[in-house]
């Protein structure tokens, strides 16, 4: 074969959509257009001595890909441009890069404050897994500074936020809470997947690390699972890097080839996802039969003004409650044909789902109530269908109420 010996494209210098079709690509001797899939375990060397250099860190090739993998590295390497990381390391699962951030980072007698509006398992992990290994927790409003100041400790290690929130689309403070935490030595980490890496960067707003489900937007077409976990080479040399090395929650070399052809088309969708959104929201705003709607890009949200600051969008994701609450809110997603009831988001398909039942059924009542997540609410994760056909839709499940 012949050698591709063209010189790499400098990608730190390209605008977001281009960095996401040519960012991190590494291309084999035969010159291949797309990225190459290498589907295999392990490597081999050109000697004991190249192979004692590569365990000792002395040379950079690749090792076992629980380690490291090329095309893993390129999906690594083009998240961490996109977000303006200094590095990146990938996982199996969304839930994995928030564990692992997390987990990295504690030792038994630490402590990690938390936002009380998170995703069930996310707060499965701060207030059941962390304990289990003697890591105190505590959790507070997050939208109340004053709490997130009062919770702190001297052993306080780390932060952890969602923002916008999952489901009720709260958005919090990232600068501040960040100064906050910095106080008294302690990171912050921020879980991104409701604003994408496109319409907010909590690096930029203080955050010490981002975490991804790539599942979501990032694949965006329902064909595989994917986390990410981005923060300076510092952060991740320190925290992650040995961690996820020896507990293996490894991104599969064929996911991250899908993942890599999702973020070419990543700007376009999120682009028109985000813009029907905003359409759907002013449409459900205006009907008696929703008693609120939650939408950063509305001028009612009670963010808005903080979204306006730290988004450069409304999100792709529409929550909203039914007059009427659980039995209600149940008839109207029954009598959707176009928004498919599942517990995902983030595809190009619009996905409906009732929180209080699904992806938050393992909390009390009392703990939904403070989370903002009433029987009555309903998330929608907005497509890529004509905007006109989701309102028929809407209307369709409306009139069923």
């Not at 291309?27 to 290498?38: I, M, V, Y």
């Not at 951030?101 to 998170?118: C, E, K, P």
């Not at 030595?185 to 991104?192: C, F, I, Y």
């Amino acid at each position: 074969m012949s050698a591709y010996d063209r010189p790499a494209i400098d990608a730190k210098t390209l605008r977001p959509r281009t960095k996401m079709v040519h960012g991190g690509t590494m291309r084999s001797g035969f010159g291949e257009t797309s990225e190459a899939l290498f589907l295999t375990q392990g490597f081999v060397y050109n000697s004991a001595e190249v192979a004692e250099g590569r365990f000792t860190g002395e040379d950079e090739g690749f090792q076992y890909s629980r380690f490291g993998n090329p095309t893993v590295a390129m999906f690594e390497q083009r998240m961490a441009l996109l977000e303006g990381a200094e590095a990146a390391r990938a996982t199996a699962t969304g839930m994995a890069a928030v564990t692992n951030a997390l987990m990295g980072q504690v030792r038994a007698g630490d402590h990690v404050v938390a936002s009380r509006q998170l995703f069930g398992s996310c707060l499965y992990v701060v207030t059941d897994l962390l304990p289990r290994f003697g890591v105190e927790t505590t959790l507070v409003d997050g939208d109340d500074l004053a709490a997130w100041k009062a919770a702190l400790r001297p052993n306080t290690r780390t932060a952890f936020l969602e923002s916008p929130t999952n489901p009720a689309l709260g958005v919090l403070d990232i600068p501040a809470i960040a100064e906050i935490v910095h106080s008294v030595g302690a990171t912050l980490v921020v879980d991104n997947v409701f604003a994408t890496p496109l319409m907010q960067k909590p690096l930029e707003l203080g955050a010490d690390c981002v975490v991804y489900s790539a599942t979501k937007h990032i694949d965006g077409q329902g064909r595989c699972l994917g986390g990410v976990i981005l923060g300076s080479k510092d952060f991740i040399e320190t925290h992650i890097h040995n961690y996820l090395r020896q507990t293996g929650p490894s991104l599969s070399p064929f996911n991250a080839w899908v993942l890599l052809k999702g973020l070419e088309t990543l700007p376009l969708r999120v682009a028109q996802q985000q813009d029907s959104a905003g359409k759907l929201a002013d449409f459900l705003a205006g009907d008696t039969k929703i008693a609120r709607v939650y939408y950063p890009g509305r001028p009612d949200h009670p963010q808005y003004e903080l979204a306006k600051r730290q988004m450069k969008g409304g999100s792709t994701m529409v929550a909203f409650d039914v007059a009427g609450g659980k039995a209600e809110a149940f008839r109207m997603a029954n009598a959707f044909e176009i928004i498919k009831i599942s517990n995902n988001l983030g595809d190009a398909k619009s996905l409906v789902t009732h929180p209080a039942t699904t992806t938050h059924q393992r909390l009390t009542e009392e703990a939904r109530q403070a989370a903002g997540i009433g029987q009555g609410m309903l998330r929608l994760s907005v497509g890529l269908e004509d905007v006109e056909d989701l309102i028929d839709d809407l209307k369709r499940g409306l009139a069923a109420v």
